[in-house]
């Protein structure tokens, strides 16, 4: 059994609800497993940052052209490996990144995989990648909730099919949301605070 995969400090994960399929190999031989781990210009469901700051994610087309992937490999749930390139495949189309890998009825972590996804227990795929710098990415402000529009991943390391989403709490982004949560309401508190000074000081003047 493969230890659980432990994502680095600097990286992040990503979660794609959707079907995960099991097909008919090209050449009639066998099974493989195909799924999506990353769609363009598809919202995130609404998350949040430890302090309730509420934000959303979008991969824009193009994200993955300059991407580093000589690490890569598959894993389930984060967990056991698999699949590594070549025998991982994966490519990129009009509706985003996808993957595909052949089932090797003698791999035991393969039927177990393969179990869960025809009995539905899966939900999505998900993949990690290093966190994108201040040029990788826009944040702006939509209705109250932070909206992040990823523009190129500079590394992708892990993707695969998953039971349970992960999401870190306590990636770069993350904690830069949080920080500017805390600038921001010391600002208005520093601006309430000034706003008394300034009545009393009024006040104390026409007394």
């Given at each position: 059994?493969?230890?659980?995969?432990?994502?680095?400090?600097?990286?992040?994960l990503i979660?794609?609800?959707?079907?995960v399929e099991i097909?008919?190999?090209?050449d009639g031989?066998?099974?493989v497993i195909?799924?999506?781990w990353?769609?363009y210009n598809?919202?995130?469901?609404v998350?949040?940052?430890?302090?309730?700051?509420p934000?959303?994610?979008?991969?824009?087309?193009g994200?993955f052209d300059r991407?580093?992937?000589?690490?890569?490999?598959?894993?389930?749930?984060?967990?056991?490996i698999?699949?590594?390139?070549?025998?991982?495949?994966y490519?990129?189309?009009?509706?985003g990144?996808?993957?595909?890998?052949?089932?090797d009825?003698l791999?035991?972590?393969?039927?177990g995989?393969?179990?869960?996804?025809?009995?539905?227990?899966?939900?999505?795929?998900?993949f990690?990648?290093?966190?994108?710098?201040?040029n990788?990415?826009i944040?702006?402000?939509?209705?109250g909730?932070?909206?992040?529009?990823i523009?190129?991943f500079?590394?992708?390391?892990?993707?695969?099919?998953?039971?349970?989403?992960?999401?870190p709490?306590t990636?770069?982004?993350v904690?830069?949301?949080?920080?500017?949560?805390?600038i921001?309401?010391?600002?208005q508190?520093?601006?309430q605070?000034?706003?008394i000074?300034?009545?009393?000081?009024?006040?104390?003047?026409?007394?």
């Amino acid at each position: 059994m493969n230890k659980r995969h432990n994502p680095q400090a600097d990286s992040e994960l990503i979660f794609l609800p959707g079907d995960v399929e099991i097909r008919s190999r090209a050449d009639g031989d066998g099974e493989v497993i195909f799924g999506y781990w990353s769609k363009y210009n598809q919202r995130s469901h609404v998350m949040k940052t430890k302090k309730g700051v509420p934000f959303v994610e979008i991969v824009r087309p193009g994200a993955f052209d300059r991407t580093d992937f000589s690490e890569l490999e598959s894993r389930f749930n984060h967990e056991n490996i698999l699949a590594a390139p070549p025998t991982l495949r994966y490519g990129f189309d009009q509706v985003g990144a996808w993957y595909e890998i052949p089932v090797d009825p003698l791999d035991p972590d393969h039927m177990g995989a393969l179990r869960k996804i025809k009995r539905g227990d899966v939900k999505g795929s998900s993949f990690e990648f290093s966190s994108p710098g201040p040029n990788d990415q826009i944040v702006s402000n939509e209705g109250g909730v932070k909206l992040r529009e990823i523009t190129h991943f500079p590394k992708v390391v892990e993707f695969g099919p998953v039971i349970v989403p992960a999401y870190p709490s306590t990636n770069a982004f993350v904690r830069s949301l949080d920080q500017q949560e805390e600038i921001d309401l010391q600002a208005q508190q520093d601006f309430q605070d000034r706003k008394i000074k300034a009545k009393k000081f009024l006040a104390s003047a026409l007394s």
